[in-house]
């Protein structure tokens, strides 16, 4: 029978704080296991080779070989199968939600033409011990650890960060790691308590806490708490999407327009995205489920992100809290809360180690804390591409450079904050006398964004944006391998290698279906046409930078100058292996 929230009181009090607090950090310690193990098997700078791994055989099965991997599988072997209760089955509604959102997320992430390969026996691993879940919970830990090695190997590529960005994967492995330890637990720690419905508490707790930390990252922008939520000119972020493409069957006028109606009212979107990342730590109930689906859907709508993994998983935990009862104020104890704030004090550490130490850093690093807050900067600076082919120029959109289109976008953000990839755009280093700026305009110190609100105003000359020095372009062919930009080349190698397949160009035509960053990064205030796959085989691949400023009355072109060209080669010129499954 359901569950009353009173009664969910008296569970979570017969469970002794030591094992909440011990379940909570153990589910965090086994995130970071799986994130670590999987992402550094698959990662290039790992002991694979520097595209996706081995170059025959199943990706899975090799990691499955690894003794760690032997334990993990095995520690969770003696899990019984899902009870009759309908709070149990509430739980395997949830679990087997989240470990199919993981092997969807895989399976339909396609592209990866530079690797040769396209992993069909990963995928097939993948989409059958998803649905394996249903039916017994010993499935979970092989389907979420498939999952995370098809994924991370199939996004594997030479100048990719050192840390996954791919914000829903990350979102729902964290959860699931979570979800893995309660069903291990609960049949130790929590025998002779109705579990199944604490289990799902500390799934919500888990939940609670990544969002906490995105929130109160943005509180801690400023100097001050308040500083982001007062001064942040949210409507920056509305023209800047519009001038990387999405919306771009709008006018420019129209777009002006709404966003000098979104700063009348960016107090109160501020407001209520800092109400859905942390009031979780309030009042976890679905009332603010549905918010946080709704502030997803709005982010989407402004800025072409769609983060649907955490969409269809909040809805869903609506649905297991309704069906069960769970309808108070807050689904979480004293012990959980004070759990959530122990995490954010570790992650704020973190980040201090990350400014004195990086490699130890990135050792103790989970992408589940990979903060999204920054300042939204009226001044953007972004990389669009071009591509020449016997019917003509057309604009690429980065969207077809899946499964690293992602890595694309966040290329900036590498080289402004960490040096990295600086043969690849040689005018950065420059531009980083003026301000840290990439695609959107985000802006990571307030200093940086008061100035560049200052120049919105009027208040200061925005002459040192425009410094372009032409000489500093380059261009490279299939003997340049050691240059930065050289994975370039052998992508759009293995694109026009397959693009006589009738399936590939398919399957181009949405490469990461559902969805994720939508954006193609082609400027709505040009007139080059967007290329498809009908346009024929790539000749050329010209990159250029664009840096344009939002004064609030008008968007202003400051500069567009190509910063390379790449003379594609044909495949067989770079690579001897042959083209493969």
Known sequence: SSYSFCTLLVEMDAVPHHVLAATFFVGKAVSWFVYNSCWWFSHPIGNMT????????SLVLAYMQKWWAWAFVMAACGLRGWGTD???????????MQCAVLAWKGVFRFGAVDQLRFHMADRLIVCLLAPLVYCHPVFVCPSLLASCVLTYSISSWPIAPPYSNYLGNEFMRYATSFS????????TLWSGVPSATVAIVIIVASQVEYYFHQGFGKVRLGERPWDWLLLNRGECILVNSYLRGWHRYLSKEAVLW???NLKRVRFLLGAGALAAEMGGLVSASIPWYLLAACFHIMVFLMTGILVWENVVSHLVMCYVMYANGMLGFTCLNLTLVCCVLVSE??????EKLLHRDKVKALMLFDSAYLLMCWWDSPYMRMYTYEVTTDQGVFAFPVTMFAPYDT??????TRMSYFKMHTGFDRQRSD???TVHSGVWGLLLYKHEAMKMYNMMDGGESKAPLTLTDDMNKWAIDKTDKEHPAYPFLRFMAGFNAHLPKQWFRAVMR??????????PDVQPLTSLPLYTTSNGSIKTLTIKLVKTFYTGADIEMLDTTTIGTIDVPPLSDITSDNLTT
């Open 50 to 57: 520097p595209y996706g791994g081995k170059t025959d055989g």
């Open 86 to 96: 309908t709070d149990e089955q509430l739980l395997r509604v949830l679990v087997t």
């Open 180 to 187: 893995l330890v309660s069903l291990v637990l609960q049949r």
């Open 258 to 260: 709404a966003a000098s």
């Open 345 to 350: 004090a570790m992650v704020v550490g973190l």
């Open 407 to 412: 890595f694309i976008t966040d290329i900036h």
């Open 431 to 433: 531009d980083l006398n």
């Open 510 to 519: 949405w490469p990461h279906f559902p969805g994720e960053d939508m954006v």
